[in-house]
């Protein structure tokens, strides 16, 4: 535990997204659990810090840095442990004499983060992860689980980006959303955690999320609030994606425990890979978002979300004591996942994914660690993905012992108790949960723990039965072994599992009987299970047994309809179909059990038996029994994993009646979809030539009768139709989301049947390619891009393992090469959500490509193309794959554009697949190159004497496969570079960083490799015979890699000499973490004196480019440096420090074929000129006097009074006093008043010539604390001092002067509250006597104060505005406005985003609508800006005018969200015409203008403002449906002969019209709107109509009546009109009556 702990943390973080700069300041509130405290570590791997405070004072302070290189190797692949970590970063001295509570203030900088702290996609996020080690990459904290706090976050962004506005949302809950004090161009957003919390579970996101919604129901309602962010204006797409949330949290709060948080939140993030949990806060790849209409990414986001939203409960609110107890946090947040799968889809759905999941556990299970050890470190990547699988399996398992073994209902009464003992603070650990186990349900699960929780591996099970007619017994036998039977791992060790397995029997009766069987820890257990009935041979051979068991199972299938709900007449009698009606079952081919073997069926003595069938195991079965029996169970059996094991053991067994069996469960709706679907493919199995292709005959006969149409002979003779006839499918119907699965499944295993040729048969390549060709969707509501996807896979899959395929010769002709390119043909032309279906034919053109000898398809060009940086990264990641799969790593230039790719730090997730596709591809090569080698000589030699050596080929393979490849590489320098560089670049991706550090280590050798450790009985020996290249070329890395030099020092040097080829470091750059990496601003002021330069020698006479060499040489340890710096006054100001040294070098993105830079070439850009401080909202600190701060003479702050010899305030008075100022200090509006004026940092220079005596809220703090008054009068004459002050410089109706109003609203009601006396009633000052002074300054001043520049030109103040301001004022002095209104939850989403879809239609579009018609009007030329009295020669213009407007300022108010109303915006416009028609008399030119102008505003305004009801009309959204009808509707305009000088945008220099954009105002083309399309930037499909009358009234304002342009401008409205028609959007377009 640490020295002291963190009671509160305020971080302001200030965010540049154009220069990917995070500036920070941070205040930890302190608390020692030491008497005497004088070193505070904190953790800080990322920021580059700049100052530390303590307690006001300036404080020493040094960074720990990595010193040897076993710490960097550690470091890096976090490999060890790492005591950097745990001990912290950042060491800060505590001053002489600062003793209590501590106040400590840091001031750093965060320089284009790629770990931690991501940009990407124009949007900034955290990469949170609930164990610590990513908060640190962003803030200086205590991240540790066990350290938690309150926490005030300011995120300073700017309004808007490129257009969009900007959003931060970030945990907790919302507080305030205000404009800058100093920037009405940015904004500050406070967000308030009021719930202790780990700094390793916080997040935020920011960034243009223009698609936002509230989601609504019980389950929002509980948690405060659940909303979505979307970029890109997929706002409908996240209400679809996040609907299930509001639902998932309503069923765990009432199942297990209130929502811990106050609100919760969903974003959604570009590139993102996997899913990001911090309190409060999930942040989702877009890969999960999906539209209203698909089906298979709405399963995929239930499971993601369900799940992220359980671990909101356990993972942010509740996490691990310990690393051991890791598993627990996972487990629980699995289990209570599982449970809502069971409400939210059913039973069935829960048990088949938990029968797979545990499929799947036992599969992975060898060689594994188990989940909890001593000494155990944090998960890595294989690890987590793992213990994800294997702990709610685990838990689900020891639910079903305590349910059964005890009296509870198992884990649902444990979470609940472990949530409540997590309010106070505690974390979960392992032996207290299974002690609350053992309290609530009376059952010891400790032996269960060891075998599954502190132990490795899954048992295996061999049994076999037989029935003993003497004693009328059933006698099972049981072999029991384990996965890790074969293990070398050390930790992996067999055990033999203990516990209870029930077996049912369904007994002659046709009752099931259930058994227990107590396994003991023995490899042979023998049972003996007493049969209940008497016995008797079931009598199966006669056809009345035969339709009995069919009429029973038809029966046991209707009950389950009923429970389902399904009432389907056609599939009323599939149990018995092709056993009444002769020719179906001539036509199908039906064959009944026992026809073929009468002898077998008539000796069985029972029906079936299940073992352990209540899955309480997770283990492999090895459990055999005849074939009929299976069907018996798959017919009769409703369970539905117990219909999974049927159709698992049927598929192996192959015979014509177990054809059949499966042939009816697959076409009986009634049967659950997955197991339909498993027994398609099983279908598949049995397609051979033994069975006369049986499996093949029933495949297509139920696809043609269930998904295509009949044939033109008539339904009555479908049936007998040859399968290889050729049929058209069905038009799509995917209503019945089983009947959907379930084609999707038939299809796929027709592509799975091989003939002798190893290609699908003609009839499935039939079908496959007539589903493809004749593809009808539209009459679908639900998206078939999957669907097409899927069926391209299915097209490869038919030819990829033909003989046939492989060596003749293949045209363009080829019907699946062509499907397959027309479709991503099309896709590319429209495309998919996804783009799914490009990404499907990219694969399947890479499999054909590798496969196809005698042709080339793989086309580089394509591949190339699709890899570039424009493309989305589902298309890119298959690209890259299938480039480096065709050109590999032995050619220079692709091993170098490789390497380029997977260290990219812009790539994201494509950086970390193309380096885990390098690093597979290396050991695959690796063991293709050892296969013929014969250099090495493995040998294993036992410690015993005399034991014979053994050869281990693999192992050997591996080896020297490794030697031969890395020599086919080559000594390329260039290579060793850029993967070097990667490796020690900590702005690269930690995943991708990590696995080109395992590469780099295993080609070049720079650091030695560590194997497990021997087990005690054997020891290995390893020989190695190599070449004389390989000899001179370990000479070079075995003598850095050697165990001496492993704790040697590290230092860097910048070397005027070349680069050494002798010294294998040479290459490597700067270690990560000593300095920030190359910026691309220009900012000298950027490095940290905290930093020291490792190397003693700096460039002289910086110009860029400065061509840098770097040297790795040993040296002496240096100890960090320390530094200390003046306190400054801003928050966000800058220190100016000496530029760095050198620089990394860094490689840029390659796209396509295009060269890297050597080493050599790779040059570096100084700093040229300092960055302008940005200044921001100023914190609760102490005030710190500034290096340099010029201000007037009398200037001068009013000193602080002394404390009377009299005694001061009492205590009760004190506290009265802190708690008024606390309660002004967390006022959204207060930041302004908290520190003095800084006349320079605030752009306000005549502030002490116009305020006498200053004071803040901050000094007054100070005084208190030091006892400076002796009245509580002379406190409260102070505080108003400050808001009169407020009052006097700033005039009314400005932000600050609104502020001061806010605050001292609060004030006075919390004074009045406290009940404290105003003593100093004669020395009061009265707003009156402020606002005279205020009155006779406010003239001459406003020009030079900051606050002013928000005034507007032309804004002249009236008596009516005068009496509007004393209304507002008065207003505020009876309820504080802005945002102390955003307490209230339903106003979250008004503050965060005015880009919100809204279904009553948005006002401010339809203004912005409205004021774009109107500049597009040729009467609109007059008003398009500020009259101009000398330019436009009427002197007397302003004499006459009093208020002045005009559109261009109507524009600029209402970009900055200026109106609060449509009447406020209305009033404007009314306001240019009422001048114009004040000025100028009733025959003048400019008066006509006005009229016609106003004519066409109330066209307009009526238009677009006044709806059937009289409010706004509804603006339809821009769904999927909508952004397909505009697309085809913008074709046929662009098709159009009318459309050529619209399709481009204008060129005036190439037109030759120079005055074009001198007219035109909002150019608008049909190629802009086509690529809007692309983007989803129209909302909603009035903005859309809304662009296309854009074009139309350019055209018009622009060409003359009768010109040809103009023509052509008539003609396009009019077809633009009978389109828009069709859909009723020819509303929101003018056309003449």
């Avoid at 765990?252 to 948080?261: D, I, Q």
Wanted: glycine share 6%; charged share 25%.
């Amino acid at each position: 535990m640490s020295d002291f702990g963190v009671t509160h943390q305020l971080v302001t973080l200030d965010i540049d997204f154009e220069r990917q700069l995070v500036r920070g300041i941070t205040e930890l509130s302190i608390e020692p659990r030491v008497s005497s405290l004088g070193t505070i570590r904190l953790h800080c791997e990322r920021p580059v810090v700049r100052s530390v405070w303590v307690n006001g004072q300036t404080a020493e302070f040094r960074r720990q840095q990595v010193k040897t290189r076993r710490q960097l190797v550690h470091k890096l692949l976090r490999t060890g442990d790492d005591t950097l970590h745990d001990e912290g970063d950042l060491e800060i001295t505590v001053p002489q004499g600062q003793t209590g509570s501590l106040k400590v203030r840091i001031e750093y900088y965060v320089v284009r983060p790629q770990s931690g702290l991501v940009f990407r996609g124009g949007i900034v996020y955290t990469e949170t992860h609930v164990n610590p080690s990513s908060a640190r990459r962003w803030v200086p904290c205590l991240d540790d689980m066990g350290e938690r706090s309150t926490w005030d976050l300011f995120f300073v962004v700017p309004a808007s980006v490129g257009g969009e506005a900007v959003t931060a949302v970030a945990s907790g809950e919302l507080s305030s959303v205000v404009p800058h004090p100093h920037d009405v161009a940015r904004r500050v957003v406070r967000y308030i955690v009021s719930t202790a919390t780990a700094a390793c579970t916080l997040g935020f996101a920011a960034g243009p999320l223009t698609g936002a919604c509230a989601l609504g129901g019980a389950g929002a309602e509980a948690a405060g609030g659940v909303f979505a962010f979307a970029p890109g204006g997929r706002a409908a797409d996240a209400q679809a994606t996040c609907a299930v949330v509001p639902e998932a949290l309503e069923f765990y709060a009432r199942e297990f425990g209130a929502y811990p948080y106050a609100t919760y939140k969903v974003v959604f993030v570009e590139g993102l890979a996997g899913v990001v949990t911090c309190a409060a806060l999930t942040l989702v790849g877009t890969d999960v978002l999906h539209g209203s209409r698909e089906i298979e990414a709405a399963y995929e986001a239930r499971r993601v979300l369900g799940l992220a939203v359980a671990r909101q409960w356990f993972g942010a609110f509740v996490g691990a004591a310990a690393w051991g107890d890791q598993w627990l946090v996972a487990g629980l947040a699995g289990f209570m996942a599982a449970q809502f799968v069971r409400h939210h889809l059913g039973a069935n759905e829960q048990r088949y994914r938990l029968k797979r999941d545990m499929a799947r556990m036992c599969h992975a299970d060898v060689n594994q660690k188990p989940l909890s050890y001593p000494e155990q470190g944090p998960w890595e990547a294989g690890e987590a993905a793992f213990a994800e699988v294997k702990a709610p399996v685990v838990l689900y398992m020891l639910d079903r012992r305590m349910v059964k073994g005890g009296v509870s209902v198992g884990l649902q009464r444990v979470v609940p108790g472990v949530l409540v003992a997590a309010t106070g603070g505690a974390a979960v650990d392992t032996a207290g949960f299974l002690r609350t186990c053992r309290r609530v349900s009376g059952v010891d699960a400790s032996a269960f723990a060891a075998q599954w929780v502190f132990a490795s591996g899954c048992p295996v099970f061999h049994v076999g039965y037989a029935f003993n007619r003497k004693k009328l017994a059933v006698e099972i036998t049981l072999h029991q072994e384990s996965t890790n039977a074969r293990a070398t791992a050390p930790w992996a060790r067999a055990q033999l599992f203990a516990g209870q397995m029930t077996a049912r029997i369904r007994e002659a009766d046709g009752t099931p009987y259930e058994h227990v069987l107590d396994i003991r820890r023995e490899h042979v257990g023998r049972f003996e299970v007493q049969f209940n009935t008497k016995y008797k041979r079931i009598r199966r051979s006669t056809r009345r047994f035969h339709m009995r068991q069919m009429a029973a199972a038809a029966e046991e299938l209707n009950i389950n309809a009923e429970v389902l709900g399904l009432d389907d007449e056609d599939d009323s009698n599939i149990a018995l179909f092709g056993a009444e009606n002769a020719a179906e079952k001539r036509d199908w081919r039906v064959v009944e059990w026992g026809e073929d073997d009468e002898e077998s069926l008539a000796s069985a003595t029972f029906e079936w038996i299940r073992m352990d069938s209540d899955l309480e195991w997770a283990c492999v079965m090895h459990f055999e029994q005849p074939d009929f029996m299976w069907a018996a169970q798959l017919q009769k059996d409703r369970d539905v994993v117990a219909q999974l094991d049927a159709v698992d053991a049927l598929q192996h067994l192959p015979s014509a009646a177990a054809a059949t069996t499966l042939m009816r469960t697959v076409m009986d709706a009634r049967v659950f979809y997955r197991v339909r679907a498993d027994a398609a493919l099983a279908l598949a199995r049995l397609a051979t030539p033994e069975l006369a292709w049986i499996g093949l005959h029933h495949l297509a006969k139920i696809y043609k009768r269930r998904f295509c149409l009949p044939p033109r002979a008539g339904e009555d003779r479908a049936d007998a139709e040859d399968i290889s006839a050729p049929r058209l499918p069905r038009p799509n119907n995917f209503a019945n989301i089983g009947e959907y699965f379930t084609q999707l499944a038939v299809a796929a295993a027709l592509s799975n049947v091989r003939d002798r040729h190893g290609e699908a048969p003609l009839p499935a390549r039939r079908l496959l390619l007539a589903t493809a060709r004749y593809n009808d969707n539209s009459e679908n509501v639900f998206s078939d891009a999957r669907f097409l996807a899927a069926l391209v896979r299915m097209l490869a899959n038919c030819v990829v393992a033909s003989k046939q395929f492989a060596e003749r010769a293949v045209g363009a002709d080829d019907a699946v090469l062509f499907e397959i390119e027309r479709l991503r043909r099309a896709d590319a032309l429209v495309p998919s959500p996804h783009s799914v279906v490009t990404c499907a034919c990219l694969d399947a053109l890479t499999r054909l490509s590798v496969v196809q000898r005698t042709h080339a398809l793989f086309n580089p060009l394509l591949f190339c193309a699709m890899a570039d940086a424009q493309a989305g990264v589902a298309v890119r990641e298959h690209a890259v794959g299938a480039l480096m799969l065709h050109w590999g790593l032995g050619d220079a230039r692709a091993a170098r554009y490789f390497a380029a790719v997977a260290s990219d730090e812009r790539g994201g997730r494509v950086s970390e697949t193309a380096a885990r596709f390098v690093l597979a591809l290396t050991v695959v090569r690796a063991m293709a190159y050892g296969k013929q080698h014969s250099s090495l000589l493995f040998q294993e030699q036992q410690q015993k004497q005399g034991g014979a050596p053994e050869h281990i080929d693999t192992d050997a393979r591996l080896v020297g496969g490794l030697e031969s490849f890395i020599d086919s590489l080559g000594d390329s320098r260039e290579l060793q570079t850029i993967m070097a560089s990667a490796v020690h670049d900590s702005a690269l991706a930690a995943h991708a960083r990590r696995l080109l550090g395992l590469l780099h280590m295993l080609v070049y050798q720079v650091v030695d490799s560590s194997v497990p450790p021997p087990t005690a009985g054997q020891r290995k020996k390893l020989k190695i015979k190599m070449g004389a290249r390989s000899r001179n070329r370990n000479k070079l890395h075995v003598r850095n890699a050697s165990s001496g030099s492993d704790d040697t020092p590290l230092a860097l040097a910048v070397a005027d000499e070349p680069l050494d080829i002798d010294d294998s470091f040479a290459l490597l750059p700067q270690i990560a973490g000593t300095r920030p990496p190359a910026l691309v601003v220009e900012d000298e002021r950027m490095n940290s004196p905290a930093y020291e330069p490792l190397a003693e020698t700096k460039p002289e006479g910086v110009d860029p480019p400065v061509r840098v060499k770097l040297k790795l040489k040993l040296a002496k340890p240096r100890s960090p440096s320390v530094s200390t710096l003046p306190r400054i006054s801003s928050p966000l100001a800058h220190v100016p420090a000496e530029p760095p040294a050198g620089q990394v070098p860094r490689v840029s993105q390659v796209s396509g074929a295009a060269q890297i830079p050597s080493a050599t070439q790779v040059s570096l850009t100084a700093p040229k000129t300092p960055a302008v401080p940005v200044p921001g909202p100023e914190l609760k600190s102490p005030k710190a006097p500034s290096k340099a701060k010029p201000r007037t003479p009398k200037a001068k702050p009013a000193p602080a009074k002394p404390a009377p010899e009299a005694t001061g305030l009492t205590s009760d008075q004190r506290k009265a006093v802190h708690r008024v100022l606390r309660k002004l200090g967390r006022h959204p509006s207060a930041f302004p008043f908290m520190v003095p004026v800084d006349v320079v940092r605030d752009g306000c220079p005549t502030y002490y010539d116009i305020v006498q005596e200053p004071m803040d809220l901050g000094t007054i703090r100070q005084r208190l604390d030091a006892n400076a008054y002796a009245r509580v009068s002379d406190v409260e004459r102070d505080v108003r001092l400050v808001f009169s002050n407020c009052s006097l410089f700033n005039p009314p109706q400005t932000p600050v002067y609104n502020m001061g109003k806010d605050v001292e609203s609060v004030f006075i009601a919390e004074w009045d509250k406290c009940g404290l006396s105003r003593e100093l009633a004669d020395t009061h000052i009265g707003t009156g006597e402020v606002k005279q002074a205020g009155d006779a300054k406010k003239a001459s001043d406003t020009k030079n104060s900051g606050e002013a520049k928000a005034k507007r030109a032309g804004d002249t103040p009236t008596s009516e505005a005068k009496k509007a301001r004393r209304a507002s004022k008065n207003k505020a002095k009876a309820k504080p406005s802005g945002a102390d209104e955003l307490d209230d939850p339903d106003a979250i989403m008004a503050y965060l985003d005015d880009h919100a879809q809204v279904t009553e239609g948005d006002w401010r579009l339809a203004c912005r609508r409205v004021l774009q018609q109107l500049q597009a009007q040729p009467s609109a030329l007059e008003f398009m800006a500020p009259v101009d009295p000398v330019k436009q020669g009427v002197p007397t213009y302003f004499d006459i005018v009093k208020n002045p407007m005009d559109l261009g300022t109507i524009r600029k108010r209402l970009d900055r969200s200026h109106y609060t109303s449509p009447d406020q915006f209305r009033d404007d416009v009314m306001l240019v015409l009422d001048n114009c028609f004040l000025f100028n008399p009733p025959d003048t030119f400019v008066h006509a203008q006005g009229r016609a102008l106003q004519l066409v505003f109330e066209r307009v305004w009526a238009q677009q403002m006044h709806g059937p009801t009289g409010g706004i009309p509804p603006d339809l959204p821009m769904d999927d449906a909508a952004v397909d009808r505009a697309r085809s509707i913008l074709a046929r305009l662009k098709r159009d002969e009318s459309a050529w000088p619209f399709v481009r945008p204008v060129d005036p220099v190439a037109l030759g019209v120079p005055t074009y954009f001198d007219i035109v105002k909002n150019p608008m083309d049909l190629s802009t709107i086509q690529k809007r399309l692309a983007k989803r930037a129209y909302k909603c499909v009035a903005d859309f109509v809304a662009d296309i009358q854009l074009i139309i009234d350019d055209c018009f304002l622009f060409n003359l009546p009768g010109s040809p342009v103009n023509a052509c401008g008539v003609a396009l409205r009019d077809l633009a009109a009978s389109l828009l028609r069709q859909d009723n959007w020819v509303q929101w377009l003018s056309v003449p009556s």
